[in-house]
């Protein structure tokens, strides 16, 4: 009788564990499937200002496909994840390039503008773990600006005096590595931007 007390003891906290766990898994469960649309229709509004930020001139976006075909094997291009070519009246005015590499803390969402010229039209950084007040100072304006407007006449460099060419860019002090890793995006926009020039790119199915 005892062991059948001291049973029926231990059972009852472990139902009612169970119980608690089922409620809270339903719970988050239900709220997922009530925010998920919401969250995505957030995150698509927001990479749509992002395409139009840096590629200002253009009034409309055509996203290309198969994409993975242009790339190939190049290791340089494969953080590129979309492509979408601007439009203004119908006419192709450059390419807006989304951007996935790793940098200092982690993972950092880039989106780069490129016009027909081989400008770069503008950079803008999204969502990223960077060290705040180290690596996310090269996600401030005064250092994305270096990159506005610039037509390189090779390949893009850092660096850590004064300027004296268009593609030398200076590093943020205490963030190199996150200076390093989005110039490396905004070079693999130009890269692929030449690329699509000298492909003929810009098609879509």
Same mark, same amino acid.
């Given at each position: !009788?005892? =062991? ?9 906290? &472990?139902?009612? +564990? ?10 988050l /469960? ?16 927001? &990479? ?7 590629? /200002? ?6 996203? !290309? ?13 494969k ?7 601007? +439009? *203004? ?30 400008? =770069?039209?503008g950079?803008?950084? $999204?969502?990223?773990?960077?060290? &705040? ?9 005064k ?10 006449? $090779? ?5 850590? $005096?004064? %300027?004296? %060419? ?10 190199? =590595? ?6 490396? &995006? ?5 890269? !692929?931007?030449? *690329? ?10």
């Amino acid at each position: !009788m005892e =062991v059948k007390v001291k049973l029926r003891d231990m059972l009852k906290p &472990a139902m009612a +564990l169970f119980l608690i766990c089922l409620i809270v898994t339903a719970a988050l /469960a239900f709220t997922y499937n009530i925010t998920k649309d919401i969250i995505a229709e957030r995150a698509a509004i927001d &990479a749509e200002n992002a395409r139009k930020e840096v590629l /200002a001139d253009a009034d409309s976006f055509r996203k !290309m496909e198969n994409i993975e075909d242009i790339i190939g094997d190049n290791p340089e291009l494969k953080v590129i994840r979309e492509i979408y070519v601007g +439009l *203004k009246d119908d006419q192709e005015l450059g390419y807006v390039f989304s951007i996935v590499c790793k940098g200092y803390g982690g993972e950092m969402n880039i989106t780069a503008g490129i016009d027909n010229d081989g400008k =770069v039209t503008g950079v803008k950084i $999204g969502d990223h773990s960077e060290t &705040a007040g180290l690596g996310s100072k090269a996600t401030d304006p005064k250092f994305l600006s270096q990159f506005k407007d610039i037509t390189p006449k $090779g390949s893009l460099k850092i660096i850590k $005096g004064k %300027k004296e %060419k268009p593609e030398e860019i200076n590093a943020v002090s205490g963030a190199t =590595v996150t200076s390093t890793t989005i110039t490396n &995006a905004v070079q693999a926009a130009l890269n !692929m931007s030449a *690329k699509l020039g000298n492909e003929g790119g810009g098609s879509s199915e």
